[in-house]
């Protein structure tokens, strides 16, 4: 998924604040205010990421024996994809600052 990475910014997905110019590496932030913000976004990622492990290790188990339709099984396959690549992209983000994503990772992120 990290050829997705890096061209159009998405609306509501952390592309809507700017492009590369405006968002500022790890490391790179100047004074206490932008540490801070630093801060407090790299603790909103943490518990983003925390909030949906803890919730899909509750909602797993409780699916043993359960049989699903084929519409149920397409939405889910759709939604662990949209999952990937988010996971993808926060990668991406995190090992380049790299915080674009293309038409393509947009509309599979918005669910088109």
Do not use: Y
């Not at 540490?35 to 509750?58: I, K």
């Not at 994809?81 to 995190?94: F, H, L, N, P």
């Amino acid at each position: 998924m990290r050829r997705f990475i890096g061209r159009a910014p998405v609306r509501g997905w952390g592309g809507s604040r700017g492009g590369r110019g405006r968002h500022r590496r790890c490391g790179e932030q100047g004074g206490r205010a932008g540490g801070t913000r630093h801060a407090l976004e790299f603790l909103d990622l943490v518990g983003a990421c925390q909030r949906f492990v803890a919730a899909t290790g509750r909602i797993v188990p409780s699916l043993r024996e359960r049989r699903f339709s084929e519409d149920e099984r397409e939405t889910a396959h759709r939604n662990v994809d949209r999952v990937r690549a988010t996971c993808e992209w926060i990668t991406t983000a995190v090992d380049t600052g790299e915080v674009d994503v293309d038409e393509e990772l947009a509309k599979l992120l918005r669910g088109e």
